[in-house]
Nanobody
Framework: VQLQASGGGLVQAGGSLGLSCAASGRIISINLMAWYRQAPGKQREMVAS???????DYLDSVKGRFAISRDNAKNTMYLQMNSLQPEDTAVYYC???????????????WGQGTQVTVSS
């Protein structure tokens, strides 16, 4: 099983960017999917999460600006980021804590990280 993240880039403050994360391999189902970010010199923090039934949670600082979604049939998660601010600059990672496979369960998958840079 692999997670492939895409999107990100450089944008001016107030702009928008979109991220996607696709899980591939022998997957039966995925419940929780999440986006994390890590800025230089800071700890990694969870930005948003979504379950297979659509339960969503956001970091307080991104509420009202970011929107997480997913396509269960494609095992793909998205993050639409609007009204971006310089403090949103970080490497963004997708995470899947647990995947159900034909042989059981596999744990703790991370995408490769994608850079988001917001200029002031």
């Amino acid at each position: 099983v692999q997670l492939q993240a895409s999107g990100g880039g450089l944008v001016q403050a107030g702009g928008s960017l979109g991220l996607s994360c696709a899980a591939s391999g022998r997957i039966i189902s995925i419940n929780l999917m999440a986006w994390y970010r890590q800025a230089p010199g800071k700890q990694r923090e969870m930005v948003a999460s979504i379950t297979s039934d659509g339960t969503i949670d956001y970091l307080d600082s991104v509420k009202g600006r970011f929107a997480i979604s997913r396509d269960n049939a494609k095992n793909t998660m998205y993050l639409q980021m609007n009204s971006l601010q310089p403090e949103d600059t970080a490497v963004y990672y997708c995470n899947v804590p647990m995947i159900r496979t034909p042989t059981g369960f596999s744990f703790n998958y991370w995408g490769q990280g994608t850079q988001v840079t917001v200029s002031s």
